[in-house]
């Protein structure tokens, strides 16, 4: 267990996040710094399976019983976690940045959602930049009128990733 691989094939990676409690394991540690109880992360993913607060101990039970037996020990051999079986606790390896990409959406043309728009947000900032100082062409319009122009282009992106990805959304909602 206390192995790391270097580097993790599509077909692993797809296999780690093909299950909803590892992917939620991966999802709860990346939203967390440090270090997490298995009981704690437990009881996080109890609370997204059921929607209930508090969890029924039933249903926490079982969730611990399957970490601590499968999941966790199948993501620590992979080097995605490391799991501190004696202290029951759970912290990310480097091994999670291979798999932290695909647990983000990725468009068709390769790039994830995230990407796009921290692409988007720099290249706004730019073109307002350059319009303040004058740059030519660019400076030649309004800086509102650049930073309006990248905002419209934010609200369509937004829509039409929402509209892509509405099956997802009423899953989570429905």
């Known amino acids: 267990m206390l192995s790391q691989k270097p580097h993790l094939s599509e077909i692993e990676i797809y296999d780690v996040l093909a299950n909803e409690r590892r992917w939620e394991t991966l999802r709860v540690l990346t939203t967390t710094s440090g270090r997490i109880t298995v009981a704690e992360l437990a009881t996080a993913i109890a609370e997204v399976e059921t929607a209930t607060r508090p969890v029924p101990k039933s249903t926490r039970d079982s969730v611990y019983a399957s970490l601590h037996q499968t999941h966790l020990p199948k993501l620590d051999e992979l080097g995605i976690i490391k799991y501190h079986i004696d202290s029951r606790e759970i912290e ?83």
């Open 92 to 174: 990310l390896r480097d091994g999670a940045k291979q798999v932290d990409r695909y647990m983000d959406v990725v468009t068709k043309y390769g790039v994830t959602w995230g990407e796009y728009y921290q692409l988007l947000g720099i290249s706004g900032q730019m073109l307002v930049i350059f319009s303040l100082i004058g740059l030519p062409l660019v400076g030649a319009i309004d800086p509102i009128l650049w930073a309006s122009l990248v905002l419209g282009v934010f609200a369509i992106s937004v829509g039409y990733q929402l509209w892509t990805s509405r099956w997802r959304l009423l899953q989570l909602f429905g």
